[in-house]
Every structure is written in structure tokens, then in C-alpha cells.
């Protein structure tokens, strides 16, 4: 399975980060297997935001369930984040990954900054 991240490389202070992770070799519906966003701020280590389980059901960090959203769209096997009222401290490389054997994108760098 291979995973690949897109969206804008810079978002506004306030306004909501987007980004798609588009997997191909395996369906996101596969069973047993959750799909997964992580950040690494610049000088630290990796979080975990929050995954989607194959029937749809979400997990989020606590620290961020108030603005967080994952989403997919099964019929272009895609899962989907959307991070509300960012702020500079939400800078940072975003990778999509799916766990078992973990597989990862290759990230993408994120900035938020006016």
C-alpha cells in the first residue's frame, strides 16, 4: 500500500488546514486497519492527531477533538483532515499512515503564518 499526502503548504492564522491522504494498493475499508495523521513540529517529536477505523468510526487526540475533523471518501479511496482555527503553533510537517505494518507518506509541510 502506498499513501500520499496533498493540500496547500501554507494556511492563515484562524482559518482551516485541509488536507487529503490518497492511498492506492489497499482500501481504506480494509478491515482491521486504522488510518492515521501525524504532525512533527519543527525541533519536536511526532503527534498523533486522531484516525479512522474501517467502518468509518473516528479517534481523536483530546487536546484536539474540539477542532478536528477525518473524513473519507471510499469512492476515491481517500481519508481526509481538517484542522479549524489553526494558529502558527500547528506549523508542521502532516503525514498520513496506515498502522499493522506501518506505511507512511512522505509527509508535507505545513505553515501557518499571515
Known amino acids: 500500500v502506498q499513501l500520499q499526502e496533498s493540500g496547500p503548504g501554507l494556511v492563515k492564522p484562524s482559518q482551516t488546514l485541509s488536507l487529503t491522504c490518497t492511498v492506492s494498493g489497499g482500501a481504506v475499508t480494509t478491515n482491521d486497519y486504522y488510518w492515521n495523521w501525524i504532525r512533527q513540529p519543527p525541533g519536536k517529536g511526532l503527534e498523533w492527531l486522531g484516525a479512522?477505523?474501517?467502518?468509518?468510526?473516528?479517534y481523536y487526540d483530546p487536546s484536539l477533538k474540539s477542532r478536528i475533523s477525518i473524513s473519507r471518501d471510499t469512492s476515491n479511496n481517500q481519508f481526509s483532515l481538517q484542522l479549524m482555527s489553526v494558529t502558527p503553533e500547528d506549523t508542521a510537517v502532516y503525514y498520513c499512515a496506515r498502522d499493522g505494518l506501518w506505511t507512511w507518506g512522505q509527509g508535507t509541510q505545513v505553515t501557518v503564518s499571515s
Open positions: 479512522i477505523g474501517d467502518s468509518g468510526n473516528t
